[in-house]
């Protein structure tokens, strides 16, 4: 049988990978599709470079459309990331009939629901393997391994960045802004890094989780988004004297009236492996109800990786290429007339446990003052630490644990602690989360 024939939009770090080990592994990826998968043409604005990767194995056109309207083309994958000519692109191409493999989270996140909708009037796969945690194949694990459970929580280390960023403060006791030139020197972290340190790329992968978790749309803008830079190596000092590590986790969780979406620094129990992921790798912990808990751990992202996932969707959807479109795995796990809109909780409501440090006047009675507050809130202390005050220091820190509580009556308590006359500045609160 012909190959199937597939043309990239982009040929980046990830576009390369994924020619290469097209390249190098052809045989048994043919063997694994029934069908040979060749890259017969190439977009990118930069030929030039286009053509030094693919040489004479392949097309290389300076405009999308031209792989958009060639008809010969079954899948077009597009790795050109973003929510502008990305989009479009994509439209286009569903609107053309071709199948698509996209390594886009932010797309997908942002624009799922349309993309999806507009796929399944057309009978068009838009496959997304790479968009969660580069290689790890979460969402094939999420969408079909665990199809018999009740997902009850996600969560997950799901931005290299940040993880390298945070393993640096924790083993060096560096500041976040130190540490981060350094990820940028060694190319971990990107020129412009809001989008990572500021945990929107973890929302956007999050959300992509939730809603093929629950059967829910993708809701990012409800996300609750807080990023590491703020973070102080202090915290990550005093949660490691208590026998945690700090991670950037994306959560999705299912309560009772809706869902838990949001992504913050976050304190894990050292003995949890994924406390133990560290460097840029990737880490998703899923829990069912049948199964319990598994665990996802690998590269997210890099070009192999990447790429590694981009090509088993290209074998998912070379394999399914003749199907009947109802008979294939639904975009969001679900069948789309079962996805069903339940609401993303604001964070006020969400429940979890906190990390308090707070700068106090070393004298008797301001403790009692601090545990009375917490006791009128019902919120109960699990583990407390006061630092004797440095030499000719009054004042000095009091790091708490909390149980579990509701994210407004936190922030009550909080208030009524930095209104007290002994209680020097802002109350420092992260959440945690046992796992
Ligand atoms: N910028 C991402 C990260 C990789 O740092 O993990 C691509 O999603």
Not at 10 to 34: D, P
Request: glycine letters at 8%; one cysteine or more.
């Amino acid at each position: 049988m012909k190959p199937i024939q597939v043309g990239l939009l982009g040929i980046g770090t990830v576009g390369s990978g994924v020619f290469n080990v097209l390249s190098r592994n052809q045989e048994e990826i043919r063997r694994r599709a029934g069908r040979g998968i060749e890259i017969a043409c190439v977009a990118d604005l930069d030929t030039a470079r286009a053509r030094a990767i693919v040489g004479e194995n392949a097309r290389v056109v300076g405009d999308a459309r031209e792989v958009i309207a060639n008809p010969e083309i079954d899948i077009v994958v597009e790795l050109i990331g973003g929510y502008g000519i990305a989009k479009q692109l994509v439209l286009e191409a569903i609107a053309a009939g071709k199948h698509v493999v996209t390594a886009n989270k932010a797309l997908l996140a942002v624009h799922g629901t349309e993309i999806f909708k507009a796929a399944a009037e057309k009978g068009v796969v838009v496959a997304y393997e790479a968009a969660v945690a580069g290689g790890i194949p979460i969402i094939k694990a999420l969408r079909e391994g665990l199809a018999a459970n009740q997902i009850q929580w996600v969560a997950g280390i799901i931005n290299g960045t940040t993880n390298f960023i945070l393993s640096e403060m924790r083993d060096k006791g560096l500041p976040f802004a130190e540490v981060l030139k350094e990820a940028q020197a060694l190319g971990y972290a990107e020129a412009d890094p809001t989008f990572d340190v500021e945990g929107v790329d973890a929302a956007h992968k999050a959300t992509i989780m939730s809603a093929i978790a629950f059967g829910i749309p993708k809701q990012f803008d409800k996300a609750y988004i807080e990023g590491i830079s703020k973070l102080d190596s202090v915290d990550i000092g005093y949660a490691e004297q208590l026998g945690y590590r700090i991670k950037l986790l994306g959560i999705a969780r299912r309560r009772e009236n809706g869902v838990e979406l949001r992504v913050h620094p976050t304190l894990i129990p050292e003995k949890r492996l994924i406390a133990n992921v560290e460097g840029a790798m990737n880490a998703v912990l899923v829990q069912g109800d049948a199964v319990g808990a598994t665990l996802y751990y690998g590269k997210g992202a890099g070009a192999e990786p990447t790429a590694s996932a981009v090509i088993a969707d290209l074998v998912d959807v070379t394999r399914l290429h003749t199907s009947d479109p109802e008979h294939r795995v639904p975009h969001l796990a679900f069948q789309p007339d079962q996805v069903h809109d339940v609401p993303v909780l604001p964070i006020e409501e969400v429940v979890t446990s906190y990390y308090l440090r707070m700068r106090v006047e070393d004298k008797p009675g301001v403790l009692a003052d601090i545990t009375r507050i917490l006791a009128d809130s019902s919120i109960s202390i699990e583990a407390l630490i006061q630092k004797e005050a440095a030499e000719g220091e009054a004042h000095t820190d009091i790091i708490m644990l909390t149980h579990q509580t509701a994210e407004k009556n936190a922030n009550a308590a909080i208030a009524r602690i930095e209104a007290l006359p002994v209680v020097q500045g802002k109350v420092v609160k992260l959440r945690m989360e046992t796992l």
